[in-house]
């Protein structure tokens, strides 16, 4: 009968295996170990902008993840800020989250994405934004319209807000005009024009087809000839007389002052008139 083979043991060393950290990972996290963006997209949010949302948390909780790196023990917001300004708020005590590794390039990518798609972003947070990236992390317009699917003049157009005057980003910023009506007025090449214009369109309302006309007006009253003056003899009195002539926006021909009438009229129907051709008057 064969003898049983003896058992030894293996001197050979088996190496450790170490798993990797995989891309993103889910965990629940409380609020009170979960941190802002370092650089927010967001700066307009206040307790009555999120009212809904705070409810609907109330209700069914939180839907969808935030997305969340680990930062000194510690995590960052890289989307999800307004859901975790609304949790704080509805007093949630613990927030899902998918907790990713991403450098700082990447969580501006992510945090741009994040926001483009959802509730509407105030053109001068993007504005701040793109700054960042381009003066931070040295990223062209044309680079950073790639990475969000845009244009290039669409990131050109939020940039230039940084360089409008304090009253009319203001305005924009405080949502008391919208994007299109600011990128019209900043084309006013006068201060006192452009802040009256402001100035009307918060008081009255204004969209951006009425904006547009507002200062083609304004350069067009610029090409106006200036009024001229005819100095005359007036034989009766003796003195010298002074009339000032002006050129008439229907017919172009000039015609004094004192004769001139103030007219109020539609664009339509300014449109309507300037289209009609003038024929003189002809005598029965």
């Known amino acids: 009968m064969a003898k049983p083979l003896k058992k030894t043991e293996s001197t050979e060393t088996i190496p450790t295996v170490i798993p990797e950290v995989p891309e993103s990972y889910f965990k629940m996290i409380s609020t009170d170990l979960v941190d802002d963006p370092e650089q927010p997209m967001r700066t307009d949010m206040t307790e009555l902008s999120v009212e809904d949302l705070v409810i609907s948390m109330k209700q069914v909780g939180i839907i969808e993840p935030l997305v969340v790196k680990e930062v000194n023990g510690r995590f960052e917001v890289i989307a999800g800020h307004r859901r975790l300004f609304s949790a704080r708020i509805a ?26 798609y959802r509730a509407e972003i105030n053109p001068f947070d993007e504005a701040r934004h793109f700054s960042v990236m381009t003066e931070k992390y040295d990223m062209s317009p044309t680079k950073i319209a790639q990475l969000i699917s845009k244009s290039p003049q669409y990131v050109l157009d939020r940039l230039a807000i940084l360089s409008y005057p304090d ?29 009256s214009a402001v100035y009307y369109a918060k008081r009255g309302g204004m969209t951006a087809e009425m904006a547009k006309k507002w200062v083609g007006d304004y350069k067009r009253s610029k090409d106006q000839p200036a009024p001229t003056a005819v100095i005359s003899h007036n034989d009766t009195t003796g003195q010298q007389e002074v009339e000032h002539f002006a050129q008439c926006v229907y017919c172009r021909q000039n015609v004094s002052l004192m004769k001139a009438e103030v007219t109020y009229m539609h664009h339509d129907c300014l449109v309507q008139a300037n289209n009609q051709t003038i024929t003189p008057e002809t005598s029965e």
């Open 91 to 116: 007093k949630i005590v613990e927030v899902p989250c998918y907790v990713r590794t991403a450098g700082k390039e990447q969580t501006e990518m992510l945090k741009i994405h994040e926001n483009m």
């Open 167 to 195: 009253f009319l980003s203001e305005a924009l910023m405080k949502g008391e005009i919208n994007f299109s009506v600011a990128k019209e007025f900043s084309k006013f090449d006068d201060l006192q024009q452009m802040s």
